[in-house]
């Protein structure tokens, strides 16, 4: 059955790092675009970044560019999202998602002094 699990989420201070992952089985990963989008609270979910099948085609919302990283393992089945430069206002719920329907369970990434 189709199954996505993520991790990698936390609480991190503001400049940190984190390197949510996320796993998928179940269907052919490698033939899908993925994105990472995120939520914060009463906010609308927004697109963060998304990566090509090949992973050579990358696209990113303004306000990461320069400091988020998309990636992907078509061998391990796992997409990844490098955030470096960490602000206060990144802290939401992170989910990763395969085009169009296959939705991970989300994570909370928390930036805090």
């Known amino acids: 059955q189709v199954q996505l699990v993520e991790s990698g989420g936390g609480l991190v201070q503001p400049g940190g790092s984190l390197r949510p992952s996320c796993a998928a089985s179940?269907?052919?990963?490698?033939?899908?675009?993925w994105s990472w989008y995120r939520q914060a609270p009463g906010k609308p979910r927004t697109l963060v970044a998304h990566?090509?099948?090949?992973?050579?085609?990358?696209n990113y919302a303004d306000f990461v560019k320069g400091r988020f990283t998309i990636s992907r393992d078509n061998d391990r089945n796992t997409v990844y999202l490098q955030m470096n430069s960490l602000k206060a206002e990144d802290t939401a719920v992170y989910y990763c998602?395969?085009?169009?329907?296959?939705w991970g369970q989300g994570i909370q990434v928390t930036v805090s002094s």
């Open positions: 998602n395969g085009w169009p329907n296959y």
């Open positions: 179940g269907f052919d990963f490698s033939s899908v675009v």
């Open positions: 990566i090509g099948h090949a992973g050579d085609a990358t």
